[in-house]
């Protein structure tokens, strides 16, 4: 398959082939999980969140709650290390947390490989190279996700992710899937180092 015949449908019937029937099959595993979070962390059992998608739009990302919602005494929320669970942590680790997002993919707001949909403040603070990452759906996983996930520093993520959109093939999405697998088996990379997550992007594209 050409890449421009992989960019222009090939792509959406891959997500549907593999996306369909996982969500089928990995049914009974949402709901186990679903069951486990409201008992360790209560409601609501899904975090939705606007993100930015494709050509920059804005939809609503759901995956499964990993951390508390209480506030502190002025109704602020605590730093994500004060509210990722041990339980939280072992769901993002092998990011079951994900799960819920096969219904975005079967509904074509994300595909299963792409750049990671980001916060929707972050699209005044990118470059013009940067904001080329919306030119593709957002994925479940991507390019960066295998190579370091939150590991690695803003700069280079960004990077990985226009690298993909102009790489991208059947093979290479083949290829990121295969070692999602991997990682989410080893859990590498699942937090920026001094971090429970990931930093805010503040625009700067600071290097080490």
Not at 4 to 19: P, Q, T
Not at 161 to 173: A, I, P
Request: hydrophobic share 40%; with cysteine; net charge positive.
């Amino acid at each position: 398959m050409t890449r421009g015949l992989y960019r222009r449908g090939g792509k959406r019937c891959l997500d549907l082939v593999l996306a369909v029937p996982a969500a089928l099959v990995l049914l009974p595993a949402c709901l186990i999980v679903a069951l486990l979070v409201r008992i360790s962390l209560g409601s609501p059992v899904l975090f939705r969140q606007k993100r930015s998608g494709l050509n920059s739009k804005t939809f609503e990302m759901i995956k499964f709650r990993s951390m508390r919602e209480a506030r502190d005494s002025s109704g602020a929320l605590p730093p994500d290390r004060d509210r990722l669970t041990s339980f939280g942590k072992l769901l993002r680790r092998t990011s079951l947390d994900e799960l819920p997002s096969l219904l975005s993919v079967i509904e074509g707001r994300m595909s299963l490989v792409g750049p990671r949909p980001l916060l929707v403040r972050y699209l005044e603070r990118y470059t013009e190279r940067q904001g080329r990452r919306h030119e593709v759906r957002p994925g479940i996983t991507g390019w960066a996700q295998v190579n370091g996930r939150n590991a690695v520093d803003w700069h280079e993520k960004l990077e990985m992710d226009v690298w993909y959109v102009d790489n991208l093939t059947l093979c290479l999405d083949l290829r990121i899937l295969f070692r999602t697998l991997v990682v989410a088996v080893t859990g590498r990379g699942v937090s920026a180092q001094g971090e429970a997550t990931m930093p805010e992007f503040t625009g700067r594209e600071d290097r080490p």
